[in-house]
C-alpha cells in the first residue's frame, strides 16, 4: 500500500479526494464547513516537516473541514520590507494580494512549526510578519516537530506569544512531533509508536479548534469586532 493510500484508510476516506474534496466510504459526501489555513514554513531541500503538515490537513479535511496548505517556500514571498497595509490599493505583489485575501477568507489557522536553535524557522516567520489586521479575531493551533525527542516545544512557545500579539486566539491545545522520522511516513501516515500517540493526540486538537473557530465565528456574527 503506498503512503497516500495508507493515510487515507487511516482516516477512512478515499485516497483520491485527498488535498480536494473528501468524501465518507460508502461516498457520502462531507459538508465543507469552515475554512481553515495551514501554514509550513521550511526552505531546506530535504525537509520534514511537510509530513506533519500532511497529516494534519488530511485529518482536517476527513472531519469535513475546508483546508488549505500554504506552503511559504512556494508562495516565495521576499524578505520584508512592505507590510500587506503599506501598500496602496491596488499595488501590492500579486502573491502577496493572493494571501492577504486567503488569510482574511479563514475562520482558524494551524501553524507547522519547526525549531532553528531554540527559535522559530524564519521563513515562516516572514511569511506571517507581512500581515496584521489580517489574522484578527481567528484561532489559531500550533503543530511543532522536530528530528529529536524534543519535539519543536521550544518553537512552539515562541510562536504562542507571537500569534497572540499579532491579534489571534491561540487554542491550549498543541501537536509535538519528535523525532519525526520516526512517527510520520513520507506522505504523512503515522508510523510506529510515536504514530500511534499522534493519533491519540490529534482528536482533542482538532475538537479545540473548531470549537473555538465555532466560537469566534458566533460572535463575530452577533458582534463586530472592537477595532
Do not use: C
Request: aromatic fraction near 12%.
Amino acid at each position: 500500500m503506498s503512503g497516500i493510500a495508507a493515510l487515507a484508510e487511516f482516516y477512512g476516506i478515499s485516497a483520491r479526494f485527498i488535498g480536494t474534496s473528501i468524501a465518507l466510504r460508502g461516498s457520502v459526501q462531507i459538508e465543507m464547513t469552515h475554512r481553515i489555513l495551514v501554514f509550513y514554513g521550511s526552505y531546506r531541500s530535504d525537509r520534514m516537516g511537510i509530513r506533519l503538515a500532511r497529516f494534519v490537513v488530511a485529518g482536517l479535511q476527513a472531519r469535513g473541514l475546508d483546508v488549505e496548505l500554504i506552503d511559504a517556500k512556494a508562495v516565495g514571498l521576499p524578505m520584508l520590507d512592505r507590510m500587506y497595509k503599506e501598500y496602496k490599493r491596488g499595488e501590492a505583489p500579486a502573491a502577496l494580494e493572493k494571501l492577504a485575501g486567503q488569510i482574511r477568507d479563514a475562520d482558524g489557522f494551524v501553524f507547522i512549526t519547526g525549531e532553528y536553535n531554540w527559535g522559530v524557522q524564519p521563513g515562516l516567520k516572514n511569511l506571517t510578519d507581512h500581515f496584521l489586521e489580517e489574522w484578527f479575531w481567528r484561532p489559531a493551533a500550533i503543530a511543532s516537530y522536530s528530528a529529536g525527542r524534543f519535539a519543536g516545544a521550544r518553537s512552539a512557545t515562541a510562536w504562542h506569544g507571537t500569534l497572540s500579539e499579532m491579534g489571534m486566539v491561540v487554542i491550549s491545545s498543541s501537536l509535538a512531533v519528535g523525532p519525526i522520522a520516526q512517527t510520520l511516513g513520507g506522505e504523512g501516515e503515522p508510523i510506529g509508536e510515536g504514530g500511534q500517540a499522534l493519533t491519540r493526540a490529534f482528536p482533542r486538537f482538532a475538537d479545540d479548534l473548531s470549537w473555538w473557530i465555532e466560537a469566534a465565528k458566533t460572535q463575530r456574527q452577533r458582534k463586530a469586532p472592537p477595532y
